[in-house]
């Protein structure tokens, strides 16, 4: 990737000194795109922090109260909640679905011919709806007509939403399943753009599998690593759709995460300046999370490649 | 690369997974071909004696053939936005010089760290303002805005290998921004260009925020939003709500059989950018 950008960079720089000015295209081609997001996408972001100072129910014109939806909201104890289980949750995400994509990736990008028949089957679940995903699990999950009622010797009584632990627990598999073949086709990328004379300079010096796993495969993922655990962040924190579906934020409150509780408090108690407030704090927590994720990682090469003007 | 020995974690490992994807998915297909009380008194386990269509009738009674027709128009429109619209913006980001062009690029970078979720509320007033609340535009519109900042990304990357050596052998032809877009910068990125209707494809197509709070109507619901329904409304009826499953993922499920290579490689390409 950043031998890439290099090679592209030294191009252009070429190209400035033989002076030849290609003709360029002006900036008008930008505008009908920039236009559009600035519409549906920034004017909204912008709404929402104006929205965040207010109190508004949806009727009536907007009030201005200042700070108010955020010290109440400091002072909520679902809020607070929210956000302990959108955090642990993101984390169980990250932690379950890493090692498993990785492994996956890197077992995909391997030579034989019976791995494409399987991850064509693998992949599957990437193909499917959030929405799918979490209705076919609710059916199997029933307690009464599920895999549940079956199997009492895996599941006990059965009723896995029942419990804080066991939503939290069910949540984290879903999100497993249908998200781990997304990452596995990332990690599957970054394995095959692994140069092949490395392994075979290991294998000459006597490494074996696991040698080579550990010394060749992870330190050159190490990018695809941090593009794939952003990823896994920005959805983990604003997981939804699953929790609508399966949980609906319950028993009680037990896994109101904050997106929901947002959704909640917007669409259902029409409280939109809280919800905006909440929808900040959403942005604010995932922009910080990513930012600490690349300083970390010590990301500095996709930077240079995202801005390489 | 010369294995000395078959891995055998691995392969326990890969048949583990297997069992994991392939159990739901059999349950899943079984059921829609089963009587509702055969699901219930036999498990979702069990092959069923007798098999049924009704199922499926089921789902197309509760309204999915209209579903299905208005996830097909919104994701059809949402590729021709983003096709119409992207490849021009990438080709500036790519080619054009200044400052301005720049913070266009930032913006959409911008762009990426904004979850659909923070600004629901006021898209919701927006499309309501608009007076598009409860139609297809007003779904379009928003999908379609929040799939631009991963597709210019992906096309940007595809166009900045596009040697400037070619660039300059067109204007020495004399040759017009527009005509250097469509005669070089187009025929180099179908790679780039294949990858972003995938992405805006699949973004459409599963989408669900925005149908869940800017859709209402029968006339205007899709797919996704129609399970949802179905699944508060009719939840006992696992083998029709399931069999509905199986319909919203077929389309994209034929694409897969016939254009996997296509597919999988389009979403690669999202995933390494």
């Known amino acids: ?309 | 690369m010369t294995r000395q020995r078959p891995n055998y974690l691995a392969g326990f490992g890969s048949l583990v997974w297997l069992g994991l994807i392939g159990l739901p998915l059999y349950v899943l297909l079984i059921a829609t071909f089963r009587t509702q009380s055969s699901y219930s008194s036999e498990g979702p386990l069990t092959f069923p004696h007798h098999l049924t269509l009704q199922n499926y009738a089921t789902a197309f009674s509760n309204g999915f053939g209209q579903y299905f027709l208005n996830t097909l128009i919104v994701t059809a429109s949402v590729v021709a936005i983003v096709l119409l619209v992207v490849p021009p913006l990438a080709y500036t980001v790519v080619r054009a010089r200044g400052r301005t062009v720049s913070l266009v690029f930032r913006l959409f970078l911008l762009g990426l760290a904004v979850p659909v979720q923070a600004v629901i509320v006021p898209m919701f007033y927006l499309i309501n303002q608009a007076g598009l609340y409860d139609s297809l535009i007003g779904l379009i519109l928003p999908t379609a805005a929040f799939s631009l900042p991963v597709c210019t990304l992906v096309l940007t990357g595809t166009m900045r290998e596009i040697t400037s050596e070619l660039y300059e052998a067109m204007t020495m032809d004399g040759a017009s921004p527009f005509r250097v877009f469509w005669q070089l910068v187009l025929p180099l990125s179908k790679g780039g260009l294949s990858s972003i209707v995938v992405f805006a494809a699949l973004q459409a197509w599963n989408g669900f925020l925005f149908p869940l709070i800017l859709t209402q109507s029968d006339s205007s619901k899709v797919v996704t939003l129609g399970l949802f329904n179905f699944q508060t409304e009719h939840g006992v009826n696992a083998p029709g709500l399931l069999a509905a499953v199986v319909l919203s993922m077929l389309p994209i499920f034929i694409v897969y059989l016939f254009a996997r290579r296509a597919l999988v490689q389009g979403l690669m390409g999202v995933g390494g950018k």
């Open chain 1, 1 to 309: 990737m950043s031998a890439l950008s290099i090679a592209t960079r030294t191009g252009r720089a070429r190209a400035r000194r033989s002076g030849a000015g290609a003709t360029r295209p002006g900036i008008a081609w930008a505008a009908p795109a920039t236009l559009f997001f600035l519409l549906f996408a920034i004017v909204p972001l912008v709404m929402v922090l104006v929205l965040s100072f207010t109190n508004w129910n949806g009727l009536s014109s907007p009030q201005f109260n200042g700070f108010a939806n955020f010290s109440k909201l400091l002072d909520d104890p679902v809020m607070r909640q929210s956000i302990g289980l959108t955090l642990l949750l993101t984390a169980l995400g990250v932690l379950t679905q890493t090692p498993i994509s990785l492994l996956l990736g890197v077992w995909a990008a391997g030579p034989q011919r019976n791995r494409a028949v399987l991850s064509a089957v693998f992949f599957i679940p990437l193909l499917l709806s959030a929405t799918a995903v979490s209705v076919v699990w609710r059916a199997i999950l029933d307690p009464n007509f599920g895999l549940p009622a079956q199997m009492h010797w895996l599941f006990g009584n059965g009723n896995l939403l029942g419990s804080q632990s066991g939503s939290i627990g069910v949540l984290t598999f879903v999100g497993l399943w249908q998200y781990a073949p997304m990452h596995a086709l990332i990690y599957q990328g970054g394995a095959r753009a692994i140069p092949e004379v490395l392994y075979q300079a290991a294998a000459i010096d006597g490494a074996g599998r696991f040698r080579q796993f550990f010394h060749i495969t992870l330190p050159q993922l190490r990018t695809t690593m941090v593009t794939s655990v952003i990823l896994m962040v920005v959805g983990g924190l604003t997981t939804f759709d699953t929790v609508l579906i399966l949980t609906q934020g319950g028993p009680g409150t037990d896994t109101t995460v904050t997106a929901y509780y947002m959704y909640e408090q917007a669409f259902q108690s029409f409280n939109y300046g809280e919800a905006s407030a909440i929808a900040l704090v959403l942005v604010v927590v995932a922009t910080l999370v990513s930012l600490i994720v690349v300083r970390l990682s010590g990301y500095g090469s996709m930077r240079s490649e995202m801005e390489g003007l």
